[in-house]
């Protein structure tokens, strides 16, 4: 039966078809729909993990005891579960592992562009990179049992394109009978990685590997199309579908298990073309093993000896620029041909931006009033950085804000240090590093902004909501009991929108030298619940004398209206009611009390009616 799916949609199908009974996963783009799907099937456990290395430890375990399982997340989470990948990859599993990693090249929604094809040659297992929704599907399911076969850790890596992009996908209504679980292995020698154990462990692994690329010498994974002898493309992922495109005439060894490489393969592909090369996205992965095989690469009109042959190292590919590269190395003729629509006009730039009455704004307005240091993290919560707020200085990685802060208090840096980072994250990587904190006792000001809710990857629950992935009511972790178990003795919890009590409260703080945990606390504006409270609010023109300051807290539902204040000449405020909220922080900002609050707002609409 064929469905329309995307590759994140055919993952989740394939995995279940697969027979896997676990998932563990964090939500980030642009994985986050695998487990979301997964969680729907019949007859399997899924689950958010706090992070990606708590997801992949429980896969772990599921995979010991003998259950299909696997793990979900996006590039940089594979740093985070990099420990956990390493000793999986040494003791093998009894029932198949799958990881999978969503890499994100040209980094739509990311920190930074890595190719995750490199951990597999790092860490010894498989990478399978798929090119279609049909392959998402079809390799997972060979990720399982390759995983099994070998008694290794398989990467399924996947890129953003893929995950992303809809295709045709046959799928199966039958599903794999996955075994019970088994009685938990007591192979001492084989699971628990003690240095001597470890010691015979790293032969094993380096054996399997060889075997492994012994199968993909004639693994269906790879193929071989034969066209014209002219040129041979080696390629794999999303790059196999540019080359199609811009060679159609090329002969192409597709490569869908990209490490281990098959050798024999790969040279007696060679020998059948007159010109050789690798088109693949991000690193020369593959170009660097076929280079070491002794296989020559053509290189079109290059002098120099550069990191990768013909096409860009950074970014990702799309026909125009594999087209482009082409032709600049001799390898197509030709004019630069169109394949994506053009728009006639420049479109007006649109940065990112807190959305109207979102709970986060009301601390940023503070902090950039404060001009104090801020350390930001990763989650909507990163928007304060944007003007006019221009509230966040550093912003790295998960969980990276309060380490940073608390290494530049001890570094001896005069300015009292914040953190800024929100309840997804806290529980994430936050809470460790709040522990040391309190422990080596710096006095950085930490704000947690807890927006009920895990914000950026679109609404996921996490251990502060009360609710599971697959929606069961659980319990609600409480940030405040976590934060004062912790040993803090400065803790306050106070409502998002709270103004004056954020800032008279970090005011208040500043005069201390101890650490201190300020977490603000309100939904999501864009939740369902935030969402039928909305009550727009409204500008009295008459009071209104376009001073600017509500202007200063950067919401795009007020700005400047046509009509100037008579004395100065300066616009008058205007709110957006379509845009607007209700939030109040614009009008607990206004000196002129030129903002109607909510109650105002209703009685007024009462009198009108
Ligand atoms: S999604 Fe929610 S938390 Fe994120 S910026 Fe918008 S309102 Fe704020
Ligand atoms: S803060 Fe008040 S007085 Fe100033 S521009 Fe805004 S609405 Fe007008
Ligand atoms: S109340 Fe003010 S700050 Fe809040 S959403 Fe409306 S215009 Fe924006």
Redesign the pocket.
């Known amino acids: 039966m064929k469905r329309l799916l995307s590759g994140n949609e055919a993952v989740a199908r394939g995995a279940w078809t697969a027979g896997a009974v676990v998932g563990s996963g964090y939500p980030g783009t642009p994985s986050t729909e695998i487990m979301e799907i997964f969680a729907r099937y019949p007859g399997v456990y899924a689950e958010w993990a706090p992070n990606e290395k708590v997801a992949l430890d429980v896969a772990i375990g599921a995979a010991y005891a003998g259950r299909r399982a696997f793990a979900t997340m996006k590039h940089v989470g594979l740093n985070v579960a990099a420990d956990s990948l390493f000793y999986a990859a040494m003791t093998g599993i009894e029932a198949g592992l799958v990881i999978v990693s969503a890499d994100d090249p040209s980094m739509h929604s990311s920190q930074n562009e890595q190719d995750n094809r490199q951990y597999a040659k790092f860490v010894r297992i498989p990478c399978i990179d798929p090119a279609d929704s049909q392959e998402a599907h079809d390799f997972a399911i060979a990720a399982f049992d390759l995983s099994e076969r070998f008694d290794t850790p398989v990467l399924l890596r996947l890129t953003t394109r893929v995950c992303h992009t809809s295709t045709p996908v046959e799928v199966s209504e039958q599903r794999f009978v996955s075994s019970d679980p088994i009685k938990y292995p007591r192979n001492v020698a084989k699971y628990v990685m003690v240095p001597a154990n470890a010691r015979r462990r790293h032969g094993v692994i380096e054996h399997r590997i060889q075997e492994i690329s012994q199968y993909a010498e004639t693994s269906p994974l790879n193929r071989m199309e034969i066209r014209s002898s002219q040129l041979g493309i080696i390629t794999g992922g999303i790059a196999y579908q540019y080359a199609r495109e811009v060679f159609p005439e090329a002969s192409i060894l597709k490569l869908g298990l990209v490490y281990p490489l098959p050798a024999a393969l790969i040279r007696n592909f060679a020998s059948m073309v007159e010109r050789l090369i690798v088109l693949e996205e991000l690193d020369p992965f593959i170009e660097h093993q076929v280079r070491l095989l002794g296989v020559e690469l053509y290189r079109g009109k290059q002098t120099l000896d550069t990191p990768k042959g013909i096409f860009p190292i950074v970014g990702e590919l799309n026909a125009q620029i594999v087209r482009k590269a082409a032709i600049e190395a001799g390898l197509i003729e030709g004019e630069m041909l169109q394949t994506s629509p053009s728009f006639p006009m420049e479109l007006p730039q649109r940065p990112p931006v807190l959305c109207p009455g979102c709970p986060h704004r009301g601390a940023f307005f503070v902090l950039s009033k404060l001009k104090v240091p801020v350390n930001g993290d990763i989650g909507c919560y990163t928007l304060g950085l944007t003007e006019p707020l221009n509230a966040i200085h550093t912003c790295g990685c998960m969980g990276a804000s309060i380490g940073v802060a608390h290494g530049a208090a001890v570094a001896g840096d005069q300015e009292r240090h914040v953190a800024v980072i929100g309840d997804s994250t806290f529980f994430h990587t936050g809470i460790p590093a709040l522990i040391n904190v309190v422990y080596n006792r710096s006095n950085v000001i930490t704000i947690i902004m807890d927006n009920r809710v895990t914000g950026m990857t679109g609404h996921q629950d996490n251990p502060g909501t009360g609710k599971t992935l697959q929606g069961r009511d659980t319990t609600e972790i409480d940030i405040e009991n976590v934060v004062r178990a912790l040993g803090f003795t400065y803790v306050k919890t106070l409502n998002g929108y709270d103004v004056e009590g954020i800032e008279k409260t970090l005011k208040e703080w500043m005069k201390i030298s101890d650490p201190a945990v300020l977490i603000t606390r309100e939904e999501c504006a864009l939740l369902p619940e935030a969402r039928a409270k909305y009550v727009p609010l409204e ?1 009295v023109e008459e ?9 200063r807290v950067g919401c795009p539902a007020i700005s400047k209206s046509e009509k100037l204040d008579p004395r100065y000449q300066r616009p ?2 205007v709110i957006d009611p379509s845009l607007c909220t209700g939030c109040e922080i ?1 009008a607990q ?4 009390d ?2 109607l609050f909510r109650n105002q707002v209703l009685d007024k609409q009462e009198i009108d009616q």
């Open positions: 500008v009071k209104c004398n376009g001073c600017t300051m509500c202007f008058l405020a614009c900002v206004c000196p002129r030129a903002i």
